[in-house]
């Protein structure tokens, strides 16, 4: 199958008045087509920063990146700012993680999406407004031609989270970034929005990368996942594979503090120490080892190449003695 995206050896750093910060370094991503790659992790790990590089949404000048990121052929670091304004919204759409923040409040939703199929389209204001009313229909917005003039406030979160997609898909991309897009959203709610995601994903025939915290979202969504720790991604592979046989000891940890359908309430839930690495340094050895349970002196070393196998990799010196050491996920 092949590759809509492929990220090689990618590192952002950004320049502030305290330093540089490291925020990803050497990340290595494929994402097949019409499948759905899960990134699992904290905050402050280098999800959304991963994410917005695809899109070169970082302010360039405070922001250097280096690497390769390829999207459907085309070298993204390579395109100059039309071609990236043509890019964005046509071939890779995002879904942001507070729709309030990515909608301007002082115009109509519906002009809003309009707006984006007028400019990759170049068709008329009333197509686009047909389009705009098309999407929300496809999204289950309730009284969707009444909403097209509403303006961002007047949305509840839910809603507000479902014109967000319509965006997003507008223009019908190839590949969707979803960044956290059901953090701020009840658990009602959110199994609405996930379902929701998985139906259009399904019916446009698109690649997803999906952005989580939730190792249970990731479960649900994803056909692979990423675990990205301290700005590296430190174990990859199926979603089945990596949540019943987890390699890594951070991937370890996140199972070990997530509650399973079926599970017996006596287990208890193991929580990680610590707190994640501040990145103002370039980090070489293995980023968790002060929170980890099973570091040596070895750890504090430089990292050497991932384990790797056909489908599977992890960042960790002391595979495989600590693979498998902590009850299994139901996948």
Known sequence: MDNIVEVRDLCVTFKTSEGSVYAVSNVNLDLAEGKTLALLGESGSGKSVTMKSLMRLHPPHKTQITGSIQVAGRDVLALGNRELSDMRGKDIAMVFQEPMLAFDPVFKVGDQIAEVVMRHEGCSY???????LEMMECVHIPSPRK???AYPHEMSGGMRQRAMIALALACRPTVLLADEPTTALDATVQIQVLLLLRELQREFGMSMIFVTHDVGVAIEVADEIAVMYGGRIVEQGPVDEVM???WHPYTQGLLGATVYPNMDPATRLVSIPGAPPQLYRQITECAFAPRCPHAT??????LPPPTQTDQRMARCIRLPE??????RASV
């Open 126 to 132: 009333e197509a686009g407004r047909d389009r705009a």
């Open 147 to 149: 909403r097209l003039d």
């Open 244 to 246: 019943t046989d987890p």
């Open 297 to 302: 002196d070895e750890c504090h070393d430089p």
């Open 322 to 327: 600590v693979a498998g050491a902590l009850p």
